[in-house]
């Protein structure tokens, strides 16, 4: 195949940033409530009562508060009631980072989220295999299609722009907020909202315990030599992604810059990550070089941290190829022992945690630690600590090998 060369010249990449973020977990609603508890180094997990979990080995989860209707003008108890708890959770969060961002508008949607509407499904299957009236099935099977809800929600916040979902496991969020740097880099678009979200479901709740890959505690312990697996949570996170001419043209003040996004994937196996992390090096390689720093120059990795035995191990084998001799400088935790593993969700708000480190200047523990594993050569963080921050990266790896690394910055090329 030949290729032409008498192509345009590509445009220089745009310095891109982040002028507005929102975020809803069972830590709490938005960013002050979440920031303060991560930051104090507090866990949010209380007994599943969204479904029956009678029949499961585990009975708790990072199940989040929601509100009983958002104050939207214009935005009905009706609209609010077809939308599922996903959405709800992304609509609250999206909604508290325009706000931050101080813009409506005309924009791209960038959605990532890995069970979708999945508990609205759940809900059609019940009510047929119960016999019951068949009233509302029909809504039931429109409003369980992931564009539905987004297109509710874009139309809730007065958004009017193309909306793209991602569904890459529990990348997604990180992927949606990595493909809406490259529009903005690129030049394709000025400004994206972007992000992720996933609501507790039973399929997805039954599914890891049958799996066994639940800590049996319901506390997961990330890094810890005795860890036994992960725990469910739920949330949101998003973020407005913006040229930075477009933000200082109209006053705003960025949050942080996206200096680098990569994504690769390990076709080692399903479920399990290459025992070294070879896609994880991948990810992370490439987007220090895209950042054009060196590992030595990070100072915080947000890790994908699940507290499972194969995960936890890959992924800090990978830090230390990645690192060499400066791997006892890399401070590293895993914010999922506070809330849990939010799947489609988990990259995006692990995004916004970590824009909360840039913004606050500390960084938030792993915890329930007892014995760090012996991969943990890197500086594990196991209290909150206060220091100087201007590097974060932040990992997220899924089933089917779906690796993602996003790095933020707090003053660089700003």
């Known amino acids: 195949m030949a290729y032409r060369t008498d192509q345009p010249p590509v445009p220089p990449a745009r310095p891109v940033v982040i002028t507005g973020a929102g975020i809803h977990t069972s830590m709490g609603g938005g960013w002050q409530e979440n920031a303060e508890g991560f930051r104090a180094g507090r866990t949010a997990f209380r007994p599943v009562d969204l479904f029956d979990v009678s029949r499961q ?90 564009q539905r809800q987004m297109t509710a929600m874009a139309r809730a916040l007065g958004i009017h722009g193309p909306i793209r ?138 890790s994908h941290g699940t507290g499972t035995p194969l995960n936890d191990v890959a992924e800090g084998r990978a830090i230390q190829r990645l690192a060499g001799v400066d791997t006892p400088k890399v401070k590293v935790s895993s914010t999922k022992s506070a809330i849990g593993h939010l799947l489609g969700g988990a990259g995006s708000v692990e995004s916004v945690i970590c824009l909360m480190t840039l913004e606050g200047q500390w960084l938030p523990p792993s915890l329930n630690v007892r014995e760090a ?17 201007n590097t974060v990266l932040t990992n997220s790896f899924g089933f089917g090998g779906a690796n993602a690394t996003l790095i933020f910055q707090k003053e660089v090329g700003l």
Not at 57 to 65: C, S, Y
Not at 127 to 145: C, D, I, N, P, T
Not at 243 to 269: C, F, N
Not at 373 to 389: A, I, Q, S
Request: proline letters at 5%.
């Open 165 to 302: 979902i991602i569904s890459n496991a529990c990348a997604s969020g990180a992927n949606a907020i990595g493909h809406a740097f490259q529009l903005v880099r690129e030049g394709k678009a000025e400004r994206v909202l972007a992000g992720g979200y996933d609501a507790l479901a039973q399929m997805v709740f039954a599914g890891f315990d049958s799996l066994q890959a639940l800590s049996p505690s319901g506390i997961p312990r990330p890094f810890d030599a005795a860890r036994d697996g992960l725990a469910i949570g739920e949330g949101a996170g998003f973020v407005v992604v913006e040229s930075l001419e477009s933000a200082m043209a109209r006053g705003a003040k960025p949050l942080a810059q996206v200096s680098a996004y990569a994504a690769a994937t390990d076709i080692h196996h399903l479920t399990q990550p290459h025992p070294e992390g070879d896609a994880a090096l991948m990810t992370m390689t490439a987007a220090t070089k895209m950042a054009g720093i060196e590992a030595g120059q990070i100072d915080y990795i947000n």
């Open 373 to 389: 594993d012996e991969v943990c050569t890197f500086d594990l963080l196991r209290e909150t600590r206060e220091t100087t921050v």
């Open 57 to 146: 080995r585990v009975g708790t989860a990072g199940q989040a508060l929601m509100p009983e209707k958002p104050a939207i003008p214009g935005f009905s108890a009706r609209d609010w009631a077809r939308m599922d708890r996903g959405t709800r959770m992304a609509l609250t969060a999206a909604r508290e980072a325009l706000e931050q961002a101080d813009i409506r508008g005309a924009m791209p949607i960038m959605i990532g989220t890995s069970a979708g509407a999945m508990p609205i499904g759940e809900d059609y299957y019940n009510q047929a295999l119960e016999g019951k009236s068949q009233r509302r099935q029909f809504l039931r099977v429109e409003s369980y299609q992931p």
